[in-house]
């Protein structure tokens, strides 16, 4: 599966490392790419393994918002 998060707050490279590092930690991930010019944020998953809603709350854990 591949969703795409429209993630606000991210403005540099540390970001851009922050939500691809937390989400990389979710078992099931399998792939993340991070635009920080569109705040869009690629992710391909095993929906068998991990759902949306845990990607939203580790993107939220690093301090950004996930807009819905």
């Known amino acids: 599966m591949q969703i ?3 993630v606000k ?3 540099c490279g540390h970001c851009k490392s922050s939500v ?9 991930v399998t792939s993340v790419e991070v635009d ?4 869009k944020v690629d992710v ?5 393994l991990v759902i949306v ?3 939203h709350e580790a993107i939220e854990d690093q301090g950004y918002d996930v807009v819905a």
């Open 44 to 48: 391909t998953y095993d929906d068998a």
């Open 9 to 11: 707050g991210m403005t």
């Open 53 to 55: 809603e845990d990607m």
């Open 20 to 28: 691809k590092g937390a989400l990389e930690e979710l078992n099931g």
């Open 4 to 6: 795409t998060l429209d």
């Open 36 to 39: 920080l010019g569109s705040g």
